[in-house]
């Protein structure tokens, strides 16, 4: 049973999109679509925890952030090692709430699957996809016990859409969508809402030998309803709605942010 007093959604809101409470994890922040989701949630007033494994490009993001008057926290862990991340998490609980994870980390590696081994299978799925359990996990324990929270996986086109060389990350995508609508299943009812952002091709590091490739980048465009390549940026506003008492009654759903990609053949 929800308690009504912790229920935003039964009180009118007179800026049903204000962050300025809440306090998000994004997890694979230091640079890509992790840093510019936490920059624009950051700029419409939460209090953003930055992550990835590497400290030194952690701390120059962090960095980038303060300069603009952000409200920033580290919080350095791989995503696929259960111990870093329970410790991570219980630091973090032990200095405030966690109103917001999105669980963002995620690889890429090309290879055809007559072709793949076990070990970059293995990594793939994990990082995109046992990763989001792993931080899930004690975060929506604490949120249960709270009696609100929302959780955003950064899913991607391949959550749906198979497509040539890209079979552990197709695999691991389409996995996520379903834990997506699994913890809705399992966590809705504690006042948990569990969506999802779909984003199409978006220029990042990930992206970039793509974006290098003239063939690819031509297909990309011609197939794209809107003609081009997305900027990371522009996963801001998903990201703020998904955040935010605007989805209070949005659950299990992935949003996508593709130019019209997934619509169009
Ligand atoms: P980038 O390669 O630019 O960034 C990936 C981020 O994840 C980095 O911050 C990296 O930091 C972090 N990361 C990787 N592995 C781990 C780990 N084990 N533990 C903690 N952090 C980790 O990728 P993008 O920004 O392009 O992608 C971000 C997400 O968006 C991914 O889930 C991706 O699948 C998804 N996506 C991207 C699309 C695109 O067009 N770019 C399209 C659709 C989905 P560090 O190396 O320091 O750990």
């Known amino acids: 049973m929800v308690n009504p007093s912790v229920n935003p959604s039964v009180h009118p809101s007179v800026n049903l999109f204000d962050l300025s409470s809440r306090r998000i994890l994004i997890t694979g922040s230091n640079g890509g679509i992790g840093l510019s989701i936490a920059q624009g949630l950051a700029q419409h007033g939460a209090q953003v925890i930055l992550n990835g494994r590497d400290a030194a490009k952690l701390e120059a993001a962090a960095q980038s952030l303060r300069q603009n008057g952000l409200e920033v ?7 696929t090692n259960e111990t870093e991340v329970d410790t991570a998490i219980a630091e973090l609980l032990e200095t405030g709430p966690i109103d917001v994870l999105v669980n963002n980390a995620g ?12 070990e970059t299978w293995n990594e793939v799925l994990t990082t995109n996809l046992t990763s989001a359990m792993l931080v899930s996990r004690p975060v929506a324990r604490h949120m249960i016990a709270r009696g609100q929270g929302k959780i955003i ?3 991607s086109l391949m959550s749906g859409l198979g497509r040539a060389t ?5 695999a691991a995508k389409g996995g996520l969508k379903m834990l ?3 913890m809705c299943a399992d966590w809705a009812k504690h ?4 969506n999802a952002i779909g984003p199409g091709y978006f220029e990042t590091e990930m992206t970039a030998p793509l974006v290098a490739d003239e063939k690819f980048n031509a297909w990309v465009c011609g197939r794209t309803p809107a003609n081009r390549w ?3 940026q522009e996963l801001v506003g998903a990201a703020v709605f998904l955040a935010s ?3 209070n009654f949005v659950n299990g759903q992935i949003l996508y942010v593709d130019g019209g990609m997934f619509a169009v053949l």
């Open 73 to 79: 926290e580290t919080s350095r862990f791989d995503v």
């Open 107 to 118: 690889i890429q590696r090309r290879v055809s699957l007559e072709q793949v081994t076990l």
């Open 153 to 155: 996986n950064i899913c």
């Open 166 to 170: 890209t079979g552990p990350y197709t």
């Open 180 to 182: 997506t609508q699994a």
């Open 191 to 194: 006042n948990l809402q569990i």
């Open 230 to 232: 997305g900027k990371p």
């Open 245 to 247: 008492n605007a989805s």
